[in-house]
C-alpha cells in the first residue's frame, strides 16, 4: 500500500483571492476568479497576515514611568523642582543643562501612558516639545454637550409634521396642492442649480420634459411622478431663506415646507414606497430624506430605503438583458446614494459606530464619469468616458473613499481611529502610519480631482473646497490631543511642528466650511456630507489664542471667532448655558493675550481694535459677576470704553487718579 506522503509532486494548496476573502465570498481560485472578473477589478493572491507578537515594553516608557513615580513622590514631600522642569540634556558625550526658550513655565513632561496613545516625539530629542494648552481646559469644553451649532435655516429646526396634519380632516385632492405652473418651473431650477449637481440621482434632462408636461396638467401625472414633484418642491424649498421664499413664492418659508413635506408623504404612500419596486418612487423617497438628513424619521427609514435597493437588486452588477444601459446607470447612481445616506445616518444618529460592513456594498461598480447628456433611455450600450471633469465630479470625489477604504490596508485602520478613537483593547493606529495613509488619500485626490478642477466653476470650487476640508478635518483629528498621553497632572506635551500642523489644521477647516456654505449649492447637503464636529474645532482654535497673538493665520483665527459669534447669537444671549458661557470666558482670555499684543506691539488704540462681540461677553460677564455676588475692580474696563465716558460730569471726577492712570 503506497502511503499518501510518498505519492509523486502535489501542487501547492491555493487560497482564496485577497478579495474575496475581504469580502467573505466563496472563491473559485482561478486566476484571476470570476468574482474579480466580474468586477472588473485586479485579482491579487490571498496573504495571510503575520501572527501577532507579544507587545514589549520599551525602555523609554519604563524609565518615563519611573520619572512620573519619582516627581509624585517629590510633591508628596513639598520639594521643589520646578527650576528643573525647563531643561534638556543634549545627546553629547559632554551632556549640560541648558535653558528652554519659553518665556512661560511648564509643568514637567512625566507622562503616564495610556496603551492606546502615545506620545508622539521625533528621534532627535532636541525637538522643541510644548504644553498642550487644550489639556487645561475643564471638562465641559473638553467634551462639549453639543457638536454642532444650529443655523437659522437648518431643516432640523422644522421638523416633518405628524401624520394628523398631514391628513387633515378637510384635505384636498393630492394633486391641488401643486404650486401653480410658474412656480413648479422655478421650484424646478432650483432643485438643478442647488441640489441636483451634489446628488445626481435623477436624469435631468429626461425628468425636466415630464415635469414640464405634467405642470399644465397635475392631475393626470402617475403616482411615480407625483411623487418626485412634490420631493423636488421640498427639496428645493429646503435651503432657501425666508426673504427668498417670500419673494419668489409670496408665502412663508415655514408655510411651504409644512405644505410640501405633508404632500410629500401623503404622495409616497400613495405610491406604496415601503413595498415599491418602481425606481422613480425610490428616487422620490430619497430625495424626501435628503430635504432632512439628520433627522430622527431619516436615521429610521435609511435603513428601509437601502433593504428596498437591495431587494430591486440595485447592489448587484446586473445582467438582464431587458435593462438598458441607461436605466442600469441610474440603479447604479441611486444605489450609492443610498449608501452615503445610511453611513452618514449612522455617524450621526449612532456617535463611534463604525461604517457598513464591505459585504453590505455589494458588486456594482461605481458610476461613470459622464455627463446628464451623455446618457439617453434609448441607449444601447455605454458612452465613453470623460477623462476630464464632468457633473459627476463631486459624486465621484465622495465615493473615492470607498475606493480608499477597499484597496489600502492603512484606511481602514485611520477610519476606524477617527470613528472609535483609543478604544480599550485595540491597538491605536501610530502617527506616521496615519499620516501616510492621509498623505495617501491627498495624493489621489490631487491626481484624480483637485489638479483637474477650475477654481472659476461653481461646481469644481465646491469639489475643491470638500476635498481639502476633508484632509484637513482627518489631520485635525488624528493631531488631537484626545489621543494624546497625559501626564500625572491631566497634562500633555506636543512637539512644535504637530501644534502647527493640529492648529492650521483647525482653522483651514472653518475656513473651507465658510467657504461652502457661501456656494451656490444647498448648504444643508454640504453639512451633511462632511461636516457636524464645528465645536471641537472653535475650542481648539480658541483655546490656542491664548498663547498664540501674531501671525497671519492667527489674524484669520480671529476674524473666524468673530464670524462665529456674530452668526449665533445665541452663544452670548443664553446665559443660563454653562458650555456657551465657559466658551465665552475662554474666549474672553484668548482676546487679552491678542489686545496686549495688538496694543504694546502695533501701538493700535485699543478701543479702535476691540470687537463687538469682545464687548457684548464682556459686558455680559460682569453682570452675571454681579448677580452672583463677586467683587468688580473698581476700574473700567478698557473693552467698553465708548463715547459715553466723556460726558460724564467733570466735577465729580478724581483728576489725581486719572493723572496716575495717564502716567502708568
Not at 58 to 68: K, V
Not at 94 to 103: D, G, I, M, T
Request: with cysteine; aromatic share 10%.
Amino acid at each position: 500500500m503506497t502511503s499518501p506522503l510518498s505519492t509523486g509532486h502535489q501542487e501547492p494548496r491555493k487560497y482564496a483571492c485577497s478579495t474575496c476573502a475581504r469580502r467573505k465570498v466563496k472563491c473559485d481560485r482561478g486566476e484571476p476568479c470570476s468574482n474579480c472578473i466580474k468586477a472588473r477589478i485586479q485579482c491579487l493572491p490571498y496573504e495571510a497576515p503575520a501572527p501577532s507578537r507579544p507587545r514589549k515594553r520599551t525602555g523609554d516608557e519604563d524609565l518615563l514611568a519611573r520619572l512620573a513615580l519619582y516627581e509624585d513622590l517629590m510633591r508628596k514631600h513639598n520639594v521643589d523642582f520646578s527650576r528643573y522642569t525647563h531643561t534638556w540634556v543634549p545627546e553629547t558625550p559632554n551632556p549640560k543643562l541648558k535653558e528652554s526658550s519659553s518665556q512661560s513655565p511648564a509643568p514637567p513632561i512625566s507622562v503616564n501612558r495610556h496603551p492606546d496613545s502615545r506620545l508622539h516625539i521625533p528621534e532627535n530629542a532636541t525637538a522643541d516639545v510644548e504644553q498642550c494648552l487644550w489639556f487645561s481646559l475643564n471638562s465641559e469644553l473638553k467634551h462639549p454637550p453639543i457638536q454642532i451649532l444650529r443655523r437659522p435655516y437648518d431643516p432640523f429646526r422644522h421638523p416633518i409634521p405628524p401624520l394628523q396634519l398631514v391628513y387633515p380632516n378637510d384635505q384636498h385632492e393630492i394633486y391641488e396642492l401643486h404650486p401653480e405652473p410658474r412656480h413648479i418651473f422655478r421650484f424646478w431650477q432650483i432643485f438643478v442649480e442647488q441640489v441636483h449637481p451634489i446628488t445626481k440621482i435623477v436624469h435631468a434632462p429626461t425628468l425636466q420634459q415630464r415635469i414640464l408636461e405634467a405642470s399644465w396638467n397635475t392631475s393626470t401625472a402617475s403616482k411615480s411622478l407625483t411623487a418626485m414633484m412634490f420631493a423636488i418642491y421640498t427639496v428645493a424649498v429646503t435651503p432657501m431663506s425666508a426673504t427668498e421664499c417670500q419673494a419668489s413664492f409670496g408665502e412663508t418659508r415655514d408655510t411651504l415646507l409644512m405644505r410640501y413635506r405633508g404632500a410629500t408623504v401623503r404622495a409616497l404612500m400613495a405610491a406604496d414606497f415601503l413595498t415599491t419596486k418602481e425606481l422613480e418612487v425610490l428616487q422620490a423617497f430619497v430625495l424626501f430624506l435628503l430635504a432632512d438628513p439628520e433627522s430622527y424619521l431619516t436615521s429610521i427609514l435609511a435603513g428601509a430605503v437601502v433593504k428596498l435597493g437591495q431587494r430591486m437588486g440595485l447592489h448587484r452588477e446586473n445582467t438582464d438583458p431587458k435593462i438598458s444601459f441607461f436605466e442600469k446607470e441610474m440603479r447604479i447612481r441611486l444605489w450609492w446614494q443610498l449608501r452615503c445616506i445610511d453611513a452618514r445616518s449612522r455617524a450621526v444618529c449612532t456617535p463611534g459606530i463604525g461604517p457598513p460592513p464591505e459585504s453590505e456594498f455589494g458588486d456594482a461598480r461605481l458610476p461613470l464619469n459622464v455627463n446628464d447628456a451623455d446618457l439617453h433611455p434609448d441607449m444601447v450600450e455605454a458612452p465613453i468616458e470623460h477623462v476630464g471633469p464632468t457633473e459627476m465630479l463631486c459624486i465621484l470625489l465622495k465615493l473615492e473613499v470607498f475606493n480608499w477604504l477597499r484597496y489600502s490596508s492603512k484606511a481602514a485602520r485611520v477610519y476606524d481611529t477617527l470613528v472609535h478613537g483609543s478604544a480599550k483593547g485595540k491597538a491605536s493606529m501610530g502617527f506616521e502610519d496615519a499620516k501616510e495613509a492621509i498623505n495617501q488619500l491627498e495624493d489621489i485626490y490631487q491626481k484624480k480631482f483637485i489638479r483637474k478642477c477650475d477654481k472659476h466653476i461653481p461646481l469644481h470650487s465646491l469639489t475643491q473646497t470638500i476635498a481639502n476640508f476633508v484632509i484637513a478635518r482627518m489631520r485635525f483629528k488624528i493631531y488631537h490631543p484626545r489621543r494624546r498621553a497625559t501626564v500625572s497632572g491631566g497634562e500633555a506635551h506636543v512637539t512644535r511642528e504637530e501644534s502647527d500642523v493640529l492648529f492650521n489644521s483647525a482653522v483651514r477647516s472653518l475656513e473651507l466650511v465658510d467657504v461652502a456654505l457661501r456656494s451656490k449649492f444647498s448648504s444643508h447637503l454640504f453639512t451633511h456630507m462632511t461636516f457636524r464636529y464645528e465645536i471641537d474645532l472653535c475650542v481648539y482654535i480658541i483655546s490656542e489664542l491664548r498663547r498664540r497673538c501674531a501671525g497671519d493665520r492667527v489674524a484669520v483665527a480671529w476674524n473666524l471667532v468673530e464670524y462665529l459669534y456674530n452668526n449665533h447669537p445665541e452663544l452670548i444671549e443664553d446665559t443660563e448655558n454653562t458650555f456657551f458661557v465657559a466658551l465665552g470666558d475662554l474666549t474672553l482670555e484668548a482676546w487679552e493675550t491678542r489686545r496686549k499684543e495688538l496694543v504694546r506691539g502695533q501701538g493700535v488704540r485699543e478701543y479702535d481694535i476691540t470687537p463687538q462681540f469682545i464687548r457684548l461677553l464682556w459686558n455680559k460677564k460682569q453682570k452675571r459677576d454681579v448677580e452672583e455676588g463677586i467683587q468688580i475692580s473698581g476700574v473700567a474696563d478698557p473693552h467698553s470704553l465708548d463715547d459715553n465716558l466723556w460726558l460724564t460730569d467733570t466735577d465729580n471726577l478724581q483728576w489725581d487718579y486719572w493723572n496716575g492712570f495717564l502716567q502708568f
